[in-house]
């Protein structure tokens, strides 16, 4: 299992713009219905960085993630938005309570 968190920021003039793109990702998520993935994405206060937080049961739904015309969509500009280039970590789950913001 991998777990991910990825971490941006946007020119402010390109905040809409990416979002809109990241939406468009979730709307393929919806309708492909990935097994194994479980996927975020948040603003932060500052209105202009942006995390994602995904876990991937195996590297094929890494695969499918990556595949998707949206996401190829979302990435491949990426650095042209961005004021922060995005930082990728893995991350431990160290805690976790009733996590999910759906």
Same mark, same amino acid.
Request: glycine share 4%; aromatic share 8%; hydrophobic share 35%.
């Given at each position: 299992?991998?777990? +991910? ?6 020119? !402010?003039? @390109? +905040? !809409? ?14 309708? @492909? ?6 996927y975020t994405t948040v603003k932060l206060e500052d209105? +202009? /960085?942006?995390?994602?937080? !995904?876990?991937?049961? $195996?590297?094929?739904?890494? @695969? ?5 015309p949206a996401f190829k969509k979302f990435t491949e500009n990426i650095n042209d ?16 309570? $009733?996590? /999910?913001?759906?």
């Amino acid at each position: 299992m991998k777990k +991910v968190l990825v971490r941006y920021r946007i020119k !402010a003039n @390109k +905040v !809409a713009e990416n979002e809109q793109l990241v939406k468009e990702v979730y709307k393929q998520l919806h309708e @492909k219905q990935i097994e194994g993935l479980r996927y975020t994405t948040v603003k932060l206060e500052d209105g +202009v /960085t942006f995390v994602h937080i !995904a876990h991937h049961e $195996n590297e094929q739904v890494s @695969k499918e993630l990556g595949s998707l015309p949206a996401f190829k969509k979302f990435t491949e500009n990426i650095n042209d938005r961005c004021d922060e280039l995005p930082l990728v970590s893995s991350v431990s789950i160290i805690g976790s309570y $009733n996590f /999910t913001w759906d």
